[in-house]
């Protein structure tokens, strides 16, 4: 029998974290860092402002999803969607938790340090909105919105990490991502929608019900694209930027069709599926935009 502390037992806890904070989900802001970064260059990054890059990321998200769980623990266990959960479940302690917050905080400060100033100075107000996510859907349905700055942050902070200075084009492109999450966030949240109306907690869907909501979603969803053509007309991008573009609306398009009727049997392909590709495309057809000029 393994006996606790051992290789074997810190490993599975490692792996229960891991699924605890949904790493694999790093796919939907990572790729938008990248693009930010490439964007700032005007080309490929230097490998080492990638790799500092990509652990500022992988810190802030892993701190900001641990936080989450932790802060939401009691909450979690109340709702029978969340009660299987690491932390509500007695699969990892509140301990080993904190453990893990405490050190993604350090290497995303450590990350921060290692690309600018600004970068390192901008990171303790990452922070204060990482945590302020997690509380915010006791006092205001703008949880969801919250979250959008929270990931906005991706690529803002990957221009900075570049350039050195906050400018027009990254906060085009944050504002890209704010409108993005915000809007698949309200889609997520239909799933809680009776639990949070019975715990008075507060959402988009709690004030809204389903079909305002999937019209607040539709209407945020349409912002981001009016964003992502401003961005190409303000950088002057070309054409694969714009393949981009309307990449990112047929599948939008379609994540809405998928839930048109309320249908949340169907949140999964929605919300999932298709905001992992629309990531990934925008970063890819970004990429050969920015290295065929």
């Known amino acids: 029998m393994t006996e606790a502390g051992t290789p074997t037992t810190i490993a599975r806890k490692i792996v229960i974290f891991l699924e605890m904070i949904k790493f694999s989900h790093t796919i939907f802001a990572l790729p938008f860092a990248l693009t930010g970064a490439l964007l700032a260059a005007g080309g490929l990054p230097s490998r080492q402002q990638i790799f500092w890059i990509i652990l500022a990321m992988v810190g802030a998200r892993t701190a900001a999803m641990a936080m989450n769980r932790l802060i939401d623990a009691g909450i979690d266990a109340r709702n029978p969607r969340t009660a299987g959960r690491a932390l509500p479940a007695g699969l990892i ?105 019975a715990a008075g907690l507060h959402s988009i869907p709690v004030m809204l019900g389903v079909n305002g909501s999937l019209w607040a979603a539709r209407l945020f969803h349409l912002v981001m694209l009016i964003l992502l053509f401003t961005l190409f007309k303000v950088m002057g991008l070309g054409t694969f930027f714009l393949v981009a573009i309307l990449a990112a609306a047929a599948m939008l398009l379609y994540e809405h069709w998928l839930l048109k009727d309320g249908d949340l049997g169907k949140l999964d392909a929605a919300f999932f599926n298709m905001n992992g590709y629309i990531s990934v495309a925008i970063l890819l057809f970004t990429a050969a935009d920015v290295l065929t000029r």
């Open 93 to 197: 302690s509140r301990g080993m938790t904190l453990f893990f917050i405490i050190a993604s905080t350090a290497l995303m400060f450590c990350a921060a340090y290692m690309l600018n100033p600004l970068c390192l100075k901008l990171a303790p107000i990452a922070l204060f909105f990482l945590v302020l996510y997690s509380y915010c859907k006791r006092f205001t349905a703008l949880a969801h919105v919250v979250l959008g700055i929270c990931l906005a942050a991706a690529p803002i902070g990957a221009w900075v990490a570049i350039r050195g200075a906050i400018e027009m084009p990254s906060l085009i492109l944050g504002s890209v991502v704010l409108f993005w999450v915000a809007g698949f966030d309200i889609l997520y949240a239909l799933q809680d929608l009776e639990f949070d109306r």
